[in-house]
């Protein structure tokens, strides 16, 4: 990639300076997002490099443009990890686009700070019509209300806070946690860390979330949440929200929406779901099953900046109650006071944050400039490529699929034959940082417990403190006759979604490395010598 020096050089940055380098920074973005997948995918430096390329100091007097730029592109961008790459399979991606670029580029510009409807009405209103168009568009329930939060961990805590706010009647609000200490939280194994961390948060303590045991395609298993309720119940513990995903981080495994709904519905437990990736999908008619059961949810989120090409940070969250919502969160100092508050939507009242960014406008921007049409059409390609991976990795001798592959994420193994089980773990983490030091490829692993089939008295733990006391009693164990044996797999893990229509031809390059060879083949190909 060309390392150009700005040609303009001022001294000042007045109207005119930002002119001309606006001007070239877009030329330097086009050609970054043309060219990126010539650097290195993920940054290839050492702890501190960076830190230490840094004055220690703040200068006193201002540099040009021209020498800021110039560290930007030899002290930055070598420590990026470049999640824009055709290259970058790891973690869940982070899609941006062209149109939501430019949005953001407008949004900083105009450099709104968009707390209540009158500090910035069009975001407001703007936001509410967004909210909207994604409900229908995913086929969420009209009732619900959506608003924009900064990230998915951010909507879970928003979504417990409020669980926490009903069924303490609002008292901790008032009076903090005192009287409230046996409040519990559920959800399966396999769900994100952002749970436990709003837990935390949360002041409900992160003993009591309740990690209940999943089946065998990583789904969240309704018989052992039934049963972790029922036994907090007759301990006298207060059930107050269950967390069902669509989509776990490990695996994309899709937890059952309409049992997990019928059980809460039953026992008055709030229901919020967890779609921060696999929420993009439910645009794709043929993915609403994943939703059967949703009007029984109390909140839902899921993240535009993951899977619908809108730049980090844009999480979608919507509510059943958005009075409930409002009651948890709002404080109204004379200064925040508004005449027209009847009449629109304040959103500082709907989460934690009282400024907020105009996250609306590159929802906007995406979805007009693509329409619906298009974006369907690329979601489609995205999970046709991951079915395209899963298929050959199960043709190709000494490759493992280690899970189902219902969206676009492709969880496989190393498995050379004559390898014993036990040394598998400890290769395919060898590998995996191997290949992710070449700078040509960057996956993440992740690692799950393996379940065994076990004999009939076996005890199901399903949290520390609380263990289900009557092993012989088979209504006590539900009846699985599985167990978490003390065994975990790593597994590679490879996201099958890059962003725009290069990328595509790149990822198909990617897998059609793999036609034809073997396994040292490829693993050569890529660099990488066993
Ligand atoms: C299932 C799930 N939930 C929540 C999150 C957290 O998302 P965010 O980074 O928006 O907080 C992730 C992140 O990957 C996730 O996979």
């Known amino acids: 990639m060309s390392m150009k020096k700005l040609k303009i050089k001022y001294i000042t940055m007045d109207s005119q300076a930002f002119r001309s380098y606006a001007h070239e920074f877009v030329d330097w973005m086009a050609d970054y997002l043309e060219q990126v997948e010539k650097l290195p995918v993920k940054a290839q430096v050492e702890p501190g490099e960076i830190y230490r390329q840094i004055p220690e100091k703040a200068p006193l007097k201002g540099e040009s443009m021209a020498e800021i730029f110039i560290d930007f592109m030899n002290i930055i961008l070598p420590g990026m990890t470049h999640w824009q790459s055709p290259n970058f399979f790891a973690y869940f991606p982070a899609n941006s686009s062209y149109p939501s670029v430019l949005a953001e580029m407008l949004t900083a510009a105009l450099g709104a700070q968009c707390m209540k409807w009158e500090t910035s009405p069009a975001a407001a209103e703007l936001e509410e019509k967004m909210m909207e168009w994604l409900k229908d568009m995913t086929g969420l329930p009209k009732h619900f209300q959506g608003v924009i939060q900064d990230s998915a961990s951010t909507a879970t805590l928003v979504a417990i806070l409020n669980a926490r706010e009903k069924h303490s009647e609002y008292q901790v609000n008032e009076k903090g946690m005192k009287w409230f200490d046996s409040f519990r939280v559920y959800c399966s194994t396999e769900t994100h860390s952002s749970i436990e961390k709003a837990v935390?948060?949360?002041?409900?303590?992160?003993?009591?979330?309740?990690?209940?045991?999943?089946?065998?395609?990583?789904?969240?298993?309704?018989?052992?949440?039934?049963?972790?309720?029922?036994?907090?119940?007759?301990v006298g513990n207060k059930p107050i929200?269950?967390?069902?995903?669509?989509?776990?981080?490990?695996?994309?495994?899709?937890?059952?929406?309409?049992?997990?709904?019928?059980?809460?519905?039953?026992?008055?437990?709030?229901?919020?779901?967890?779609?921060?990736?696999?929420?993009s999908a439910l645009i794709l008619?043929?993915?609403?099953?994943?939703?059967?059961?949703?009007?029984?949810?109390?909140?839902?989120?899921?993240?535009?900046?993951?899977?619908?090409?809108?730049?980090?940070?844009?999480?979608?969250?919507?509510?059943?109650?958005?009075?409930?919502?409002?009651?948890?969160?709002?404080?109204?100092?004379?200064?925040?006071?508004?005449?027209?508050?009847?009449?629109v939507n304040n959103y500082r009242d709907w989460g934690v944050q009282l400024g907020r960014r105009f996250r609306a406008l590159k929802l906007w921007f995406v979805i007009r400039s693509y329409g619906i049409t298009e974006l369907q059409k690329k979601l489609r390609e995205h999970l046709r490529m991951a079915q395209e991976l899963a298929g050959?990795?199960?043709?190709?001798?000494?490759?493992?699929?280690?899970?189902?592959?219902?969206?676009?994420?492709?969880?496989?193994?190393?498995?050379?034959?004559?390898?014993?089980?036990?040394?598998?773990?400890?290769?395919?983490?060898?590998?995996?940082?191997?290949?992710?030091?070449?700078?040509?490829?960057?996956?993440?692993q992740y690692e799950f417990i393996e379940k065994q089939q076990v004999t009939e008295d076996t005890v199901v733990v399903f949290d520390e403190a609380h263990y289900i006391k009557n092993p012989g009693d088979r209504s006590a164990r539900g009846g699985w006759g599985q167990k978490?044996?003390?065994?975990?797999?790593?597994?590679?893990?490879?996201?099958?979604?890059?962003?725009?229509?290069?990328?595509?031809?790149?990822?198909?390059?990617?897998?059609?490395?793999?036609?034809?060879?073997?396994?040292?083949?490829?693993?050569?190909?890529?660099?990488?010598?066993?």
Not at 205 to 229: C, E, T, W, Y
Not at 411 to 416: D, E, I, N, S, T
Not at 486 to 510: C, E, N
């Open 285 to 343: 008619p043929e993915f609403r099953w994943m939703i059967e059961g949703v009007e029984g949810a109390d909140s839902f989120v899921f993240n535009p900046h993951k899977w619908l090409f809108t730049n980090f940070d844009c999480s979608a969250y919507f509510v059943k109650d958005e009075t409930a919502l409002i009651r948890t969160f709002e404080i109204l100092p004379e200064y925040l006071k508004t005449t027209e508050a009847e009449r």
């Open 200 to 234: 935390k948060v949360a002041g409900i303590g992160s003993q009591n979330l309740v990690k209940v045991g999943v089946d065998d395609r990583f789904s969240l298993d309704p018989g052992q949440l039934k049963q972790a309720i029922e036994a907090d119940l007759k």
């Open 392 to 444: 050959r990795i199960r043709e190709t001798a000494g490759f493992q699929l280690m899970a189902p592959v219902p969206l676009n994420l492709v969880c496989f193994r190393y498995a050379p034959e004559g390898v014993p089980e036990t040394s598998l773990n400890t290769l395919n983490m060898e590998l995996m940082e191997r290949l992710n030091r070449t700078g040509k490829i960057y996956l993440t």
């Open 484 to 530: 978490y044996a003390d065994r975990a797999h790593a597994v590679l893990f490879s996201t099958a979604t890059p962003g725009d229509q290069a990328h595509h031809l790149m990822y198909a390059r990617r897998i059609g490395l793999m036609e034809g060879m073997d396994e040292s083949q490829w693993l050569t190909s890529m660099g990488m010598v066993l």
């Open 241 to 279: 929200c269950v967390v069902a995903t669509l989509g776990t981080t490990g695996v994309t495994a899709i937890d059952p929406l309409s049992e997990i709904a019928k059980i809460c519905s039953r026992y008055g437990i709030w229901l919020h779901v967890d779609a921060a990736f696999a929420g």
